[in-house]
């Protein structure tokens, strides 16, 4: 039962557009979700988070949108950049466990020139 | 953020034989979580790692296949024992990252049992 989805296994944008990457939920019990980045043969890399009370959280160029009554979230990327060409996981935290994290399976995204 | 150096980074081990994976991290942490990710597959809790007590598995996963030592606050090894192909996947750890808001994971180590 795969409790976060990330339902592009893959995306393709060009350098300078906006890159979206879509993750949704099925557990009402995420309240805390986050954004990884993860390049070949390293480890997930720390992005964004946002809590669910509120709707956007953004850094850089990256924002973070969470739309609870449709339990969906979206990371925007703007510009796109070579340099985020990466594997991309969305990953829930439920109330109460502090640190469980549930993650989706991933979107690649590819930046190209 | 916290750094955490994990080791080895690969291994090609035979079937039956166990694996002693190694995460060091350069400040004191209450809990240290170890991950598996199988090929094509998202990243899966296997336990988390407290100092002093026993490793709190995941559905799925068990001591006997996994043992999981938490020797102090820096330091964790997760062993894959009595390996079979099904186990080849990239093993990680991970620590909470409380200056980052996030969670602070290992370089992975990529584990292929033949």
């Known amino acids: 039962d795969q409790q976060v989805k990330q339902n592009s296994p893959s995306l393709s944008v060009q350098e300078g557009r906006i890159s979206i990457l879509n993750c949704d939920y099925t557990?009402?019990?995420?309240?805390?979700f986050l954004w990884y980045k993860k390049y070949p043969a390293e480890g997930p890399t720390f992005l964004i988070s946002?809590?669910?009370?509120?709707d956007k959280n953004e850094d850089g160029r990256f924002t973070v949108f969470l739309n609870k009554s449709a339990k969906h979230l979206s990371l925007h990327i703007v510009p796109s950049q070579p340099g985020d060409s990466a594997v991309y996981f969305c990953?829930?935290?439920?109330?109460?466990?502090?640190?469980?994290?549930?993650f989706g399976t991933g979107t690649r995204l590819q930046v190209t020139l | 953020s916290a750094v955490i150096s994990q080791k080895p980074s690969r291994d090609i081990c035979q079937r039956g034989t166990s694996l002693t994976i190694q995460c060091q991290v350069d400040?004191?942490?209450?809990?240290m979580f170890w991950y598996r990710q199988q090929p094509g597959q998202s990243l899966t809790l296997i336990a988390t790692a407290n100092q002093g007590s026993e490793a709190t598995y995941e559905s799925g996963f068990v001591i006997d296949k996994f043992p999981i030592s938490r020797p102090n606050l820096t330091f964790s090894t997760l062993t894959v024992s009595n390996m079979s192909p099904e186990d080849s996947s990239i093993y990680l750890c991970?620590?909470?990252?409380?200056?980052?808001?996030?969670?602070?994971f290992g370089s992975g180590t990529r584990l292929t049992v033949v």
């Open positions: 991970s620590v909470e990252d409380g200056l980052v808001g996030g969670y602070t």
């Open positions: 557990n009402s019990m995420f309240d805390y």
């Open positions: 400040s004191q942490v209450t809990m």
């Open positions: 946002i809590s669910s009370i509120k």
């Open positions: 990953a829930a935290i439920p109330t109460g466990t502090a640190s469980k994290l549930t």
